[in-house]
């Protein structure tokens, strides 16, 4: 049993992650992938990725065993939306950090040379892992995004809305079934017995698609608290999306680079101008300028967080796409914001606008 203890300003600072966090998911399907059998909706996507992984890829198998300890800095505690920023953090781990993490898997498991290089902080064992964590994102993730933010972003919405209906009370108590919420203690069924304190801290909420039973958070408690806990299920069997021919049909209709745009941020759900615009390889000011375009006829939907502005689908953009708009909600340090509904706009007058800009 872990237990979880707030205080009240911890209660004040639980904050819900702004879609999938590209290293949690990462990390967790490796495990999937290690395991000896999956349900229903992975066993596909099982079969494909084992069939198919790149070979730079395989030694994260090794790096993520399908049980035990997985290292702490292969998923940063801060987070990201953008696969390649979670992969730069990864690689900015401490050398410190990345021996500690290491020696802990070492003590469980007889590791391969390459890991000893990689505890050992090798640049090119470093260059490696990143090089295997983009590979296998491009190749077992990015092709399956779309259905992963989607079942994420339901949950989320859920998630809002009970914070909502009934505060912080309605939003911890309904996390999960292995979760049970007695103020001022969340208690998860957990592998081992242990207690973390968040002394002020807050607590970070991921739901993750890949999660399979049990909600999962950090070995080391003095890293920033998160609660990573499984969407709901029955979302059907994963199955890749034709990225590439509704990108080519979309090229057509707003023009290349305001199409990548418009993609690169509902994948990215959340994402902010520069996420989405390193995620595309142009600059911050072409994203700014595409997204005032597409604000305007009522594609996206943006919403300043502190300095930063962060964009995502509106329903009239999701149905362009093809796919389903949750309400969004933005991570903040102090609270859980909702956005309320969307600006109304002319659908194909608003098309049009973005058409005659493009």
Known sequence: MLRIHFSAEDLG???????????????????????????????????????????????????VPSRGYSPDFLTPAEGATDPDTAVDMILSTSPARLRADMALLGAERKLPSWATALASGVPAARR???????????????????????????????????????????????????????????????????????????LRLVPSYFCRGQPITLRDGSLAPVLVYPVSRGVGVLRPH?????????????????????????????????????????????????????RDAGLIQSLRVRN??????????????????PPPVAEHSARIIVADGYPAHGGAKAITTALDTG
């Open 242 to 294: 034709d990225v590439a021919g509704r990108a080519g049909a979309l090229d057509r209709l707003l023009g290349r680079t305001r199409a990548a745009t418009l993609l690169a941020i509902a994948e990215g759900d959340n994402a902010t101008g520069g996420e989405t615009a390193r995620r595309l390889g142009i600059s911050p000011a072409s994203v700014s300028e595409h997204a005032t375009v597409l």
């Open 128 to 202: 490696g892992l990143g090089k295997a964590l983009r590979r296998y994102h491009r190749q077992a993730l990015h092709p399956y995004w779309t259905q992963i933010s989607a079942s994420v972003n339901a949950e989320r919405a859920l998630r809002a809305k009970a914070f909502l209906a009934g505060g912080t009370d309605r939003l911890l108590s309904g996390l999960h079934p292995a979760v049970r919420w007695w103020p001022p203690v969340l208690e998860i069924a957990y592998p081992r017995d242990g207690d973390l304190y968040l002394q002020g801290r807050g």
């Open 13 to 63: 600072r639980i904050r819900l992650a702004t879609g999938p966090d590209p290293a949690w998911e990462a990390l967790l399907s490796l495990h999937v992938l290690g395991a000896s059998g999956t349900d229903a909706e992975l066993q596909r996507w099982t079969t494909r990725v084992r069939t198919t992984l790149n070979v730079a890829s395989r030694p994260l198998l090794h790096l």
């Open 308 to 325: 930063t502005m962060r964009h995502n689908l509106t329903p009239l953009g999701a149905e362009l796409l093809g796919r389903t708009a």
